[in-house]
């Protein structure tokens, strides 16, 4: 048996959704408002909230919920943490999946809503001047949805060191010949290093190179998790452990350790890397979750996927370019170039 939560107002048993603008639980039935200081104490309450057991069965790896309002199956994979009743809307919180190992220590909450998204969609297509005409006109929204993604933060001390190849050159002229000397140098450098808040990925559904994207995160405005801010949104939990991040964010020190120090070899010619090795001091991760508004657009039969920082409103995606219009803007520069280039020729006296 599974646990399902959902949160109920007091005033109208109305389901209660986590509001990006007032930073509180809201209840979009009768108005009905609550912080979120007061729903953790709620929370601690018997009775106060729903928190029903629901029959979940595994079909693969598919899990089937039984929503407690309406009685219609909710379906999910094995990472699904938060989602909603395709029935009734009643959005509800696979406790299970957000509790004991997979209980995330931090939660940085929407503070953007979901009109801030199809605005942002808007604007952010209107600056795509090679995309087709139609493309702009006629591609439909088909589904916004508001998604936590579980990330890896990473706090590490290393002990870093690099050799490198350096070279200087020496150019001189006797009579009529040019003489150049190049001398090369073995260089080593070591130090500390400190890195904070490293983000990997923690869900092998979310592309990396998306997420990357829509960074950075301001993790000064994390808060505590509750359950409560994933009502009315979607959310998975990690399915990329510790250990494999911590494979990823090595080699991430690695690269920057080896960039820094590189940048202390000075004076010289040219500078190759030879080897860089890290000793990794103290390593400590947190479990996280990011807000990411995803968009789906549908633009002759094909789907277009755009996704927004639920924080900064960075926004990102990829659009279909018009060949006719980027040939335009070649022949315009070959028609530039041979204007410029005739009258050169005409000042030459080469036409």
């Given at each position: 048996m599974?646990?399902?939560?959902?949160?109920?107002c007091?005033?109208?048993?109305?389901?209660?959704?986590?509001?990006?603008?007032?930073?509180?639980?809201?209840?979009?039935?009768?108005?009905?408002?609550?912080?979120m200081?007061?729903?953790?104490?709620?929370?601690?309450?018997?009775?106060?909230?729903?928190?029903?057991?629901?029959?979940?069965?595994?079909?693969?790896?598919?899990?089937?919920?039984?929503?407690?309002?309406?009685?219609?199956?909710?379906?999910?994979d094995?990472?699904?943490?938060?989602?909603?009743?395709?029935?009734?809307?009643?959005?509800?919180?696979?406790?299970?999946?957000?509790?004991?190992?997979?209980?995330?220590?931090?939660?940085?909450?929407?503070?953007?809503?979901?009109?801030?998204?199809?605005?942002?969609?808007?604007?952010?297509?209107?600056?795509?001047?090679?995309?087709?005409?139609a493309?702009?006109?006629?591609?439909?929204?088909k589904?916004?949805?508001?998604?936590?993604?579980?990330?890896?933060?990473?706090?590490?001390?290393?002990?870093?060191?690099?050799?490198?190849?350096?070279?200087?050159?020496?150019?001189?002229?006797?009579?009529?010949?040019?003489?150049?000397e190049?001398?090369?140098?073995?260089?080593?450098?070591?130090?500390?290093?400190?890195?904070?808040?490293?983000?990997?990925?923690?869900?092998?559904?979310?592309?990396?190179?998306?997420?990357?994207?829509?960074e950075?995160?301001?993790?000064?405005?994390?808060?505590?998790?509750?359950?409560?801010?994933?009502?009315?949104?979607?959310?998975?939990?990690?399915?990329?452990?510790?250990?494999?991040?911590?494979?990823?964010?090595?080699?991430?020190?690695?690269?920057?350790?080896?960039?820094?120090?590189?940048k202390?070899?000075?004076?010289?010619?040219?500078?190759?890397?030879?080897?860089?090795?890290?000793?990794?001091?103290r390593?400590?991760a947190?479990?996280?979750?990011?807000?990411?508004?995803?968009?789906?657009?549908?633009?002759?039969?094909?789907?277009?996927?755009?996704?927004?920082?639920?924080?900064?409103?960075?926004?990102?995606?990829?659009?279909?370019?018009?060949?006719?219009?980027?040939?335009?803007?070649?022949?315009?520069?070959?028609?530039?170039?041979?204007?410029?280039?005739?009258?050169?020729?005409?000042?030459?006296?080469?036409?």
């Amino acid at each position: 048996m599974a646990e399902l939560m959902d949160y109920k107002c007091p005033a109208c048993s109305g389901a209660l959704e986590f509001d990006p603008a007032t930073q509180k639980m809201l209840c979009p039935f009768c108005g009905s408002s609550y912080d979120m200081e007061e729903l953790r104490e709620k929370d601690a309450q018997a009775g106060e909230w729903t928190s029903a057991k629901a029959e979940e069965w595994d079909d693969g790896n598919v899990a089937v919920y039984r929503c407690e309002s309406c009685g219609g199956e909710i379906v999910g994979d094995e990472t699904t943490a938060a989602t909603a009743c395709p029935f009734c809307g009643n959005p509800v919180v696979m406790a299970g999946k957000v509790s004991g190992e997979f209980k995330p220590e931090f939660v940085l909450p929407f503070q953007l809503e979901k009109k801030e998204a199809e605005q942002k969609l808007k604007q952010y297509l209107g600056k795509k001047k090679f995309a087709p005409g139609a493309f702009l006109r006629e591609n439909r929204i088909k589904e916004i949805r508001g998604l936590y993604v579980p990330v890896w933060l990473y706090d590490s001390d290393i002990h870093a060191a690099a050799s490198f190849e350096a070279t200087r050159k020496r150019t001189w002229t006797q009579g009529d010949t040019e003489y150049t000397e190049t001398s090369y140098y073995d260089v080593y450098r070591e130090g500390d290093m400190s890195f904070a808040n490293v983000p990997v990925d923690g869900s092998t559904k979310m592309p990396e190179d998306l997420l990357e994207s829509v960074e950075p995160f301001d993790f000064g405005k994390a808060v505590p998790f509750q359950t409560a801010y994933l009502a009315g949104y979607l959310a998975d939990k990690y399915d990329v452990s510790m250990e494999t991040g911590a494979a990823r964010v090595n080699e991430r020190m690695q690269k920057s350790a080896e960039d820094t120090l590189r940048k202390t070899v000075k004076n010289f010619d040219s500078v190759n890397s030879r080897s860089t090795q890290i000793q990794l001091l103290r390593g400590v991760a947190k479990y996280v979750l990011y807000p990411v508004w995803m968009l789906n657009t549908v633009y002759r039969g094909e789907t277009y996927t755009f996704a927004m920082n639920g924080q900064s409103g960075k926004f990102v995606g990829n659009v279909p370019v018009d060949g006719g219009k980027l040939g335009g803007l070649f022949a315009g520069v070959a028609v530039g170039s041979a204007a410029v280039l005739f009258v050169l020729g005409k000042l030459l006296g080469m036409i």
